[in-house]
């Protein structure tokens, strides 16, 4: 105190990946400059970095300074901490939000050690810091008591999972040793509900669902992001959906995987203020452009509004407005891992940027897809991360239940006995299968079973049910056959008057009516084509059919069929009727029969999986 007036804490500094960036940093320590300038008397400069973890560089040999080792609270400290915070120095917020309960404080006072504070087992490899464990009281003292063996249940499976490795499943020893007991005792105490199960992983859902009403109770005492990881396609994005309009949230999605660190960030600006420093200079400030993820969210929510608006829905009035989720946040790369637990445990992108205020973050993960990368221990030390699997019974309730015509339920019996013949011991990775988690991995002989997820047990369900209408209809079987029209009406969802009326002014006329054009292409070529009218950009949709669409937009439906393999005839027409040239059009495919029609426009585009012929020549 008596050299020093401030401290310059540069945090993370060998998570830095730009070495020239990491070269003139180091000129802080060495020289006490910034480049150019000196950095004024007065400043006392100590750096930090949790060094080991994924996304830390080694550190240089010619970078030489005194390492401080920051040794774990002991027990002691921490309890007397925790007490200190939320009891004996509580103002009025924290004890409205918290309200420790002494028994919870106690119970974990009593089973607890130092070594157990800062924990790491290299079995599991699984780490829980002084920080986690502190959220974790807060978690179980604001779900305590719980109000009936469900509820137990789903707070002991919310506990585990903040010993379980995410990736290999495995648990901690100190839960099963310690706190699943001293757990188990306190529910018993506050709520007289002998517990001793976890809820099965299959009922992920009740866990997410604790997690966010403890959220909304605890508010920004809760810090921890509640993170579903499973297989795609089991349904955890539009579950997180489903809860966001439960609870009157706006639900803002996010996909990290196509997200740069630099629209995290936001580009730092350099501006002479009128201010003059101790060294006669004026003083420079830096300031951030507006980073552009927080634009994207910010139109999403206004969006949303809007179009609550004009449907007269209520708009949320609570102390939390939105619901964020940060999808395939294990799909990116270390650099944005980074940046974003800044925004994922603070909410902040800068000093200058914040998420709107009333923001709830999420996030998912598939842990075992091709392109999905391991988190680093700096980043899931911020998340509360939840196992989450696909239930074989949950699975066919909602199949049963999205189609109740005869010809579709006789679809999904014989579904149910190929799955029942085709259902594997064992994944094609060589992972042992028990349960419900056999009827998602198929092989004929019950070894190197293929993941089949429910999105793709819908589809394939829908294909064939789909398949057999068209046949039905191309075959004029219905017009043969006037007692098999009522299934006909089940099928298409067709009104019996509509469906007559249709019939008789197909008899007196020779042309077909646009339903019967629209049909005649999908039934006939495979292909449906639409025109959307009410975007900004005019969309041509050029697809293969499978099922009816679903969507709240409006189509002009073309009047002409389709082929497949003419999409780049269809597009030259398109060009002409609409006074287009080559660099007003932008075209999107993925396979070869797409390569005409991505080479008329001057933007083209394929996605991740889109073949290497078409990789090649798109823009």
Known sequence: RQHYDVILFLDEFYRVEDEKIKNLLWSIFKNKHIGYNEIPKGVYIICASTLGDEGVSEIPLNHSFEKLEVETPSKED?????????VKDANEEIRKRVDLKPEVFKAFYEVLEDEDLSYNDFNSEVRISPRRWEQLLLFINANLPVKDEKEAMTLLYNVKMNFSNYLTRA???????????????????????????????????????????????????????????????????????????????????????????????????????????PDGKPVIETTFEKPSLLHFIEKQIQSEIKEREKKGFPLPNGEYRYLILFDKLNKTTTDVFNVIRKV??????????SLPEGSIITATINPSD???????????????????????????????????????????????????????????????????????????DG????YISP???????????????????????????????????????????????????????????????????????????????????????????????????TFELKKHDI???????????????????????????????????????????????????IKAIVN
């Open 455 to 553: 999105r793709n047990m819908d589809s394939m369900i829908g294909e064939v049910n789909g398949g057999v209408k068209a046949m039905l209809f191309k075959t004029g079987i219905f017009t043969q056959y006037p007692d098999l029209r009522e299934i006909y009406y089940a099928l298409m969802g067709y009104d019996e008057e509509d469906f007559e009326k249709a019939l008789e002014q197909g008899a007196q006329s020779d042309e077909m009516s646009e339903d019967e054009k629209r049909l005649r292409g999908i039934f006939e070529y495979g292909v449906e084509y639409e025109i959307e009218e009410e975007a900004l950009f005019k969309i041509a949709i050029l697809r293969e059919y499978y099922e009816e669409i679903e969507s709240n937009i």
């Open 370 to 444: 091709i392109d999905a990368n391991e988190l680093t221990v700096h980043t899931k030390d911020i998340l509360d991360i939840i196992i989450a699997k696909p239930s074989w019974k949950k699975t066919l309730k909602y199949l049963r239940e999205l189609d109740d015509s005869e010809l579709y339920q006789m679809h999904l019996n014989v579904f149910e006995i190929l799955a029942e013949n085709m259902k594997s011991d064992e994944s094609i990775d060589g992972e042992t299968l028990t349960g419900e988690m056999k009827y998602f991995y198929w092989s004929p």
């Open 78 to 86: 921490w309890f007397g901490y925790i007490l200190n915070k939320y």
């Open 171 to 277: 648990t901690s020893k100190i839960y099963e040793e310690k706190v699943k007991p001293v757990l188990i005792k306190l529910i018993k105490q506050t709520s007289g509900i002998d517990v001793k199960n976890e809820l099965p992983a299959e009922e992920w859902r009740n866990a997410f669902e604790q997690q966010i009403k403890t959220k909304l109770k605890l508010g920004e005492f809760r810090q921890y992001v509640p993170t579903l990881s499973g297989l795609y396609g089991i349904g955890k994005t539009s579950y997180i959906k489903t809860i966001a309009d439960k609870n009157n949230l706006i639900f803002v999605h996010i996909d990290v995987s196509n997200i740069l660190k630099d629209q995290i960030l936001g580009i730092p600006m350099m501006n002479k203020t009128d201010k003059i420093g």
């Open 447 to 450: 070894t190197d079973g293929v």
């Open 563 to 613: 082929g497949i393999k003419n999409k780049d005839i269809i597009l030259k027409e398109l060009m002409i009727e609409l006074g287009l040239e080559s660099h007003e059009v932008a075209a999107i495919g993925d396979d070869l029969n797409d390569y005409n029609m991505l080479n008329l426009a001057d933007r083209s585009f394929t996605p991740y999986h889109g073949v290497k012929e």
């Open 344 to 353: 994922l445990l603070e909410k902040k992108f800068n000093h200058q940027y």
